[in-house]
C-alpha cells in the first residue's frame, strides 16, 4: 500500500491564450469549421484561457488506466488495459483488487477496458467491465462482465455469467468499449466493429453498434429489436466504428458518444433508439476510405453533432462538466483526445455544438488522455494513455473547476 501524497503534487498551470489546432500523434476521425472559431466540425477547437486551476495527479505509475469511476465514498476504482484493477482510497491510499483477470486477451486495443457501477452499487457493491476474453491464448470474443467489489475494495468476485457475450474480436483492433448506466437503471455498451467489414450493418453481429441490455443480461422489452431475440434483441443504434465515449447529459436521458473515424471525421453523436450511424465498409475486405456517416447508401442516417474533419485527433473518453464553478461551461460536454493531447469543451445550445474549445489546464501536457469523468463535487478525473506493454508511465488526474475567460 502506498499513499499517493508522497508522489502527487499539486500543479498550478497558468492561464493560456494562444490558440492551438495541432492534433500531437497516436490512435486514430466532414468538418470546414475553423480551428479557432466555434464549430460543428474542425479538429482543434480554440484555445480558451481560464483562472490558474489545480490539477493533482491522484495515481501514479498505472498502466494504460482505460476507465476510472468515482466510488460513494470519494474513492476511485480504475481498470488497467493489460488486466488490472486498482482501488484508491479516500484517504488516498492505492491498492491492486485482486480480480480473476486471467482470461483477459489484452493485445493490440483489446484487454481490460469500461467500467460502471451499478445504480445500487452503495448496497450491492456491484460493478460491470468491459473486457476481451481469450481462452487458451486465442481470442475469443468481447464481453461485459459483473463483479461484487468486497466491502474493504481489495477484492472482487465474478457475480454469475458475462451479462452479455459474443461481442466480436479479429486481433484486438477495434474492440470498443465503453459503458454506461441510464437512469432508467439499463446498461449502455459502445462497442467496435472489430476491424471487420460487415459488422456495422449487420444486424445480428454486436460489433459497430451501441447496445442495451439489463444488468441481469435481460433484453430490456422497449429495445428496437426486442422480438428478434439475442442478439439482435441487444442492439440499440447500429452503424458504428468504434464507440470511445459514452456520457450521460445531465437531467436527461439523453446519452452522447465520441467514436473514432478512420483518416478523418472522429465523431460525436447523440444516440437516438433504432438509429443507424452510416459506417458501413463492407464494400472490400475493410473499405476504410468509404465515409463515417454514409447519407447516400442510408438517406437516413444520423449527421454527427460534430466531426474533427481531417486529421482525427482521436476522440476518446466523454463526459459533461456540471457545477457553477466551471462558469459557462457548466453543462457542456468535455472529450478526451489520444492524438491530440488534450480535452475538447463543446458548448452546446439545445443539441447543437455551437462552441469548441481547448481545456488549457492539460493542452498538451499530459501527452495523450483516454478516460474522463465528473465527480460529484463537480471536479473531473482524467487518465493518460502513455504506457506501453506492461510499462507503467500513466497517471490519474483530478482537475478542480475552473471557468473559462
Not at 6 to 33: E, F, K, V
Not at 239 to 267: K, M, Y
Request: a negative charge; glycine letters at 12%; proline letters at 6%.
Amino acid at each position: 500500500m502506498r499513499r499517493l501524497a508522497a508522489i502527487a503534487g499539486i500543479i498550478a498551470l497558468a492561464a493560456c491564450s494562444t490558440s492551438s489546432g495541432r492534433t500531437g500523434s497516436g490512435d486514430a476521425a466532414p468538418g470546414t469549421g475553423s480551428p479557432t472559431t466555434s464549430a460543428s466540425s474542425g479538429t482543434g477547437g480554440s484555445s480558451a484561457s481560464s483562472a490558474a486551476a489545480a490539477v493533482e495527479t491522484v495515481m501514479a505509475e498505472v498502466s494504460i488506466p482505460w476507465d476510472v469511476a468515482v466510488l460513494p465514498d470519494g474513492g476511485l476504482l480504475v481498470t488497467e488495459r493489460p488486466g488490472r484493477m486498482q482501488l484508491r482510497t479516500a484517504a488516498g491510499e492505492v491498492h491492486r483488487v485482486t480480480a480473476d483477470l486471467e482470461d483477459v486477451y489484452a493485445e493490440s486495443e483489446g484487454g481490460l477496458l469500461g467500467l460502471a457501477l451499478a445504480p445500487d452499487f452503495a448496497s450491492s457493491r456491484t460493478f460491470v467491465t468491459c473486457q476481451t476474453h481469450q481462452e487458451g491464448g486465442d481470442p475469443v470474443d468481447v464481453r461485459v462482465i459483473r463483479w461484487r467489489l468486497s466491502g474493504d475494495g481489495r477484492s472482487a468476485e465474478r457475480d454469475g455469467t458475462p451479462v452479455v457475450a459474443g461481442l466480436p474480436i479479429s486481433s484486438g483492433r477495434h474492440s470498443g468499449c465503453r459503458l454506461l448506466f441510464a437512469p432508467d437503471g439499463t446498461l449502455h455498451v459502445g462497442t467496435g466493429d472489430a476491424a471487420q467489414g460487415r459488422n456495422p450493418q449487420d444486424p445480428v453481429s454486436l460489433g459497430g453498434k451501441t447496445l442495451r441490455v439489463n444488468l441481469d443480461g435481460s433484453v430490456p422489452a422497449d429495445n428496437p429489436h426486442a422480438a428478434k431475440g439475442t442478439p439482435a434483441a441487444y442492439v440499440f443504434t447500429s452503424g458504428h466504428r468504434n464507440v470511445q465515449g459514452l456520457a450521460l447529459r445531465p437531467g436527461t436521458g439523453q446519452i452522447w458518444s465520441a467514436e473514432h473515424g478512420p483518416d478523418r471525421d472522429d465523431e460525436v453523436n447523440i444516440i437516438r433508439k433504432g438509429a443507424n450511424y452510416g459506417w458501413d465498409p463492407s464494400s472490400a475486405d475493410y473499405d476504410e476510405s468509404v465515409p463515417m456517416t454514409d447519407r447516400e447508401k442510408f438517406p437516413d442516417a444520423v449527421a454527427a453533432q460534430w466531426s474533427s474533419g481531417s486529421p482525427t485527433v482521436a476522440t476518446s473518453g466523454a463526459a459533461f462538466l456540471t457545477g457553477k464553478a466551471w462558469g459557462r461551461w457548466d453543462g457542456a460536454l468535455a472529450v478526451a483526445l489520444l492524438k491530440g493531447s488534450g480535452v475538447l469543451v463543446m458548448t452546446l445550445d439545445g443539441d447543437r455544438v455551437t462552441r469548441v474549445e481547448r481545456m488549457p489546464q492539460v493542452d498538451e501536457r499530459f501527452g495523450r488522455l483516454r478516460a474522463l469523468r465528473s465527480a460529484p463535487d463537480g471536479s473531473l478525473y482524467v487518465t493518460t494513455s502513455n504506457s506501453s506493454g506492461d510499462s507503467r508511465e500513466d497517471l490519474v488526474l483530478r482537475l478542480a473547476p475552473a471557468a473559462p475567460r
